[in-house]
């Protein structure tokens, strides 16, 4: 009851201008109760997040039971995110500014976001697990932190989309799954693995709450050069 009046609230207010204890106040409940569930409005929308990750989790079942092309997949688990954002498209462009504050706990790469972001990776790790086609052992763990980065990249245009539908942001989504595919069939080839490994490198020393995740970078320890031998 709480989060879901919150939410009411930041869409019809705005998120700054919606304080804990008129939260309270439309729920029914005293402000302490209201602080004893959410230690603020970070708290709420942290509860927001967890909600539309676990969601996700839940309506992604059905495509990836069904599909094991890499494309269809991808895109189905980017479309049904759109289905399950869209009630909240309002809220999102109002609360953007905080949220993309790295310093915030709004922001989709801060620590008080792990559980979702987890969540989120996990997604794209069933993607990449049971589609047709071997991925290298070596990047197993990487490659669905990067399709995860992707997928921030289309939230991001979505916040922003006015087109009738988000009809741009649903072909953003088609076109990235197919992009996204030739990359992770390039990444098989082993002359390329140390560039994605390089791009996974830059986006985790630099990418706050990205730091250690996925396989963890040593950092400041420069990666060792492939085994293989060179030529003369």
């Given at each position: 009851m709480?989060?879901?009046?919150?939410?009411?609230?930041?869409?019809?207010?705005?998120y700054d201008k919606t304080t804990m204890r008129a939260i309270a106040?439309?729920?029914?409940?005293?402000?302490?109760?209201?602080?004893?569930y959410f230690a603020?409005?970070?708290?709420?929308?942290?509860?927001?997040?967890?909600?539309?990750?676990?969601?996700?989790?839940?309506?992604?079942?059905?495509v990836l039971e069904k599909e094991t092309?890499?494309?269809?997949?991808?895109?189905?688990?980017?479309?049904?995110?759109?289905?399950?954002?869209e009630p909240y498209h309002e809220f999102a462009a109002q609360f953007f500014k905080n949220a993309a504050d790295p310093e915030s706990?709004?922001?989709?790469?801060?620590?008080?976001s792990?559980?979702?972001?987890?969540?989120?990776?996990?997604?794209?790790r069933q993607v990449?697990?049971?589609?047709?086609?071997?991925?290298?052992?070596?990047?197993?763990?990487?490659?669905p932190e990067l399709m995860w980065l992707s997928q921030m990249g289309l939230v991001l245009y979505w916040v922003f989309d006015r087109s009738e539908g988000h009809r741009r942001s649903r072909r953003l989504a088609d076109r990235g799954a197919r992009?996204?595919?030739?990359?992770?069939?390039?990444?098989?080839?082993?002359?390329?693995?140390?560039?994605?490994?390089e791009v996974h490198e830059l986006f985790t020393d630099f990418l706050p709450g990205m730091t250690g995740e996925g396989g963890g970078v040593d950092r400041g320890v420069t990666s060792p050069p492939s085994a293989e031998p060179s030529g003369p």
């Open positions: 709480i989060l879901e009046t919150a939410m009411r609230l930041f869409q019809e207010r705005g106040k439309e729920a029914g409940v005293s402000v302490g109760n209201a602080y004893y603020g409005k970070e708290h709420l929308i942290q509860g927001f997040y967890d909600r539309i990750a676990d969601e996700h989790q839940r309506r992604v079942v059905p092309d890499l494309e269809s997949r991808l895109a189905g688990v980017l479309h049904i995110w759109l289905d399950i954002a706990p709004l922001s989709p790469f801060s620590p008080e792990e559980h979702a972001r987890e969540a989120a990776i996990e997604v794209h990449l697990a049971g589609a047709k086609g071997k991925v290298p052992a070596e990047l197993r763990e990487i490659l992009l996204t595919t030739r990359g992770v069939a390039l990444a098989r080839f082993r002359v390329l693995r140390p560039l994605v490994r």
